[in-house]
């Protein structure tokens, strides 16, 4: 049974700078890729950002250059730095992975102020 558990999260003024963690148990974190997903309220959860198990990351083309995923095998933690936050950003964020089924976090909120 895989685990993830996100944390990091809380309320910041627009251009702060926030990190989230996901740490993960259950599994051999460090050959799966994982990734961070958002949803607003009242729409649909969006896919942030993926880190393969070597270390190749992707972006959502709006958030490319603000937002950073990266992960340390050695704790088992995946991260995603967000800079220059935007009310926009505001949303609840959720660690992903996928191991022959879909795992998922419960989340962690982020609340970004005028």
């Known amino acids: 049974q895989v685990q993830l558990v996100e944390s990091g999260g809380g309320l910041v003024q627009a251009g702060g700078s926030l990190r989230l963690s996901c740490a993960v148990s259950?599994?051999?974190?460090?050959?799966?890729?994982f990734g961070w997903y958002r949803q607003a309220p009242g729409k649909a959860r969006e896919w942030v950002a993926t880190i393969t198990s070597d270390g190749r990351t992707n972006y959502a083309d709006s958030l490319k250059g603000r937002f950073t995923i990266s992960r340390d095998n050695a704790k088992n933690t995946v991260y995603l730095q967000m800079n220059s936050l935007k009310p926009e950003d505001t949303a609840v964020y959720y660690c992903?992975?996928?191991?022959?089924?879909?795992?998922w976090g419960r989340g962690t909120q982020v609340t970004v102020s005028s």
């Open positions: 259950g599994s051999i974190f460090s050959i799966y890729a």
């Open positions: 992903h992975t996928l191991i022959l089924v879909d795992y």
